[in-house]
T-cell receptor, first 112, second 117 residues
Framework: DAKTTQPPSMDCAEGRAANLPCNHSTISGNEYVYWYRQIHSQGPQYIIHGLKNNETNEMASLIITEDRKSSTLILPHATLRDTAVYYCIVRGYGGATNKLIFGTGTLLAVQP | KAGVTQTPRYLIKTRGQQVTLSCSPISGHRSVSWYQQTPGQGLQFLFEYFSETQRNKGNFPGRFSGRQFSNSRSEMNVSTLELGDSALYLC????????????????FGEGSRLTVL
């Protein structure tokens, strides 16, 4: 079972920041938080991952709370092309497998 | 460089038939995973291969099988198709760190959409 809880859907106005929350209260000390998104009819796309420090890349920022029980993915300037299902996944880094356990994700609808 | 390529993109089969799906990973990636996506169950892990060996397997019946070739290309096969096998089958490839660690960063193809009638 997925170790994360996400709201089923969110709306965001185009050009505004989209803040997608994720709860992972049972996360272990060596587990990372990964974010993927899936645009309709395409395969999932890796966005970002982090352990405890905030992370930023060209796509998004990841803010992880100090107790690591929740995190927020931030798309700073959402566009219509960011409309997708966003998945928050908890897993260990490294290890013998790349297996990902996807939950139901958050459908982000960016409105014009 | 080219992304993950899956063929065929769409196919229709009837119950009882079998199907083979193909996946070419990103050049240099040796790890290949397969996922099934259905409206009811979402994205579910099928199996994972590295260096021609199955490294992990999801909770699917034995009708689902796969293999990986020496060039890292992978195939999955579903025998005795059932209506419930209708799904989007996704392949993902990944590389490892120089120390041989799995990074969790997977690159997915666009999938093969199977319809079973």
């Amino acid at each position: 079972d997925a170790k994360t809880t996400q709201p089923p859907s969110m709306d965001c106005a185009e050009g505004r920041a989209a803040n997608l929350p994720c709860n992972h209260s049972t996360i272990s000390g060596n587990e990372y938080v990964y974010w993927y998104r899936q645009i309709h009819s395409q395969g999932p796309q890796y966005i970002i991952h982090g352990l405890k420090n905030n992370e930023t890349n060209e796509m998004a920022s990841l803010i992880i709370t100090e107790d690591r029980k929740s995190s927020t993915l931030i798309l700073p300037h959402a566009t219509l092309r960011d409309t997708a299902v966003y998945y928050c996944i908890v897993r260990g880094y490294g290890g013998a497998t790349n297996k990902l356990i996807f939950g139901t994700g958050t459908l982000l609808a960016v409105q014009p | 460089k080219a992304g993950v390529t899956q063929t065929p993109r769409y196919l229709i089969k009837t119950r009882g038939q079998q199907v083979t799906l193909s996946c070419s990973p990103i050049s240099g990636h040796r790890s290949v995973s397969w996922y099934q996506q259905t409206p009811g169950q979402g994205l579910q892990f099928l199996f994972e291969y590295f260096s021609e060996t199955q490294r992990n397997k999801g909770n699917f019946p034995g009708r689902f099988s796969g293999r990986q070739f020496s060039n890292s290309r992978s195939e999955m096969n579903v025998s005795t198709l059932e209506l419930g096998d209708s799904a989007l089958y996704l392949c993902a490839s990944s590389s490892r760190t120089s120390g041989g660690q799995n990074t969790g960063e997977l690159f997915f193809g666009e999938g093969s959409r199977l319809t079973v009638l």
